[in-house]
């Protein structure tokens, strides 16, 4: 029997991402100090662009509502200055104060800081962390567990499924369809959603509707720090309350103006004609940035106009995805925005990506709100009846936040407070 050959026509599709696609995608997740440097790349090769810098100015307007706080004797500036938003290191540094005061379990904490990632991961190995401090295997993996209760959830995981599997935790969503989710990332990855639902048994559905869940985590909690060791630096945005309401604005001393200057004469050759269409494309991507970017940064923040006012602690429940069904755009586009970018507001300088906040179940309010409210219920009990975690779930019931008992334990330890028996003092006597 003779094999035969035959010839066969088959169509792929394929995306393939151009010069300048590719750029237009590394402008949107740049923050100023980055576009500054791209800009002056740029302008260095093409004397088409030209750079216009803005002289510094007072682009704190806290600083504008606080002098006259300051003259009256109401604030201190220190206080307003700490508002800044840290790096990943200081504020873990901060918490590692916080929750570890004695000294052996301190050293492992203070090890397990350094082996951080700037992805907010765990890297290297707990066995090399214990052998370093010269403490158990046992006494590492319990330190770590107490170092991801810091916030944001994910912090300290070893790995994306851990990552993921600590945020839904927080949000009170890890039931064990998503359990099994996320032990067989893989599986989401491929779309294998049939097999995933035939081993949770559960119908495709409640597959779909836990993988918006995923979407909406953070797989690196840790990037919404500054990287650099100042936890200070100029913001992108400006946000300022006037007689209309909430406004926002670029921050335009930070970024340089672009100019694209048009040649005198048509360009003669192709070689010309080039730079001069490689100039015009990037004063329109940098207008495409900057329109996104306050596009995006106008949908956060009048949505989280109460946190403005009031501070974190009022952050609503916000996702990216619900960003970007409002503005039209994909939920990568929001996210790259939001990337590394920040906001200027009287109460300090805010990173985009920190304002949106879990939501505690479906249709609950923040985390945020939730904690404030436990600190506030908190402040407010008798000394010498301190309040349980089962009266504190009763008393969020009553304001309207119905949360589980595990859930306000967690969120008490989180913000440092011990258990009710911890906090009874009797009532000091009037001689």
Known sequence: MKSRQRISIAQTQRLQLNLGLSASIRLLSADAAGL??????????????????????????????????????????????????????????????????????????????????????????????????????????????????????????????????????????????LATMLDHLDLVAQGAFGRLARMCGVEEPEITARLRLIRGFDPKPGAQFDPGAAPVREPDLIATKGASGWEVALNRSALPSVQVRRPDTRPATPAARAVWAQAQAVGRMVETRNATLLRVAREILSRQEAALDQGPSALLPLTMAEIADALDLHESTVSRVVAGASVDTPLGTWWLRRLFSGRLGEGGPSAAAIRAAIARLVAAEPPSAPLSDGALTEALAAEGFVVARRTVAKYREMLNIPPGHRRRRRPSRVA
């Open 36 to 177: 500054s440097r791209y800009l002056e790349e740029q302008a260095a090769e093409n004397p088409h662009l030209l750079l216009e810098r803005v002289p510094p100015q007072d682009w704190l307007p806290r600083w504008s509502s606080l002098i006259p706080r300051l003259a009256a004797g109401e604030a201190n500036p220190v206080d307003v200055e700490g508002a800044a938003g840290p790096s990943l290191m200081a504020h873990v540094m901060g918490q590692i104060d916080r929750l570890f005061p004695d000294n052996p379990q301190r050293r492992i904490a203070i090890a397990l800081a350094e082996a951080l990632e700037p992805s907010g991961w765990l890297g290297g190995d707990l066995r090399k962390v214990a052998s370093q401090t010269g403490r158990p295997p046992a006494e590492v993996e319990a330190v770590l567990l107490g170092l991801q209760r810091i916030e944001p959830a994910g912090i300290f995981a070893r790995n994306l499924s851990e990552c993921l599997r600590l945020q839904a935790a927080e949000a009170d969503v890890l039931d064990p369809t």
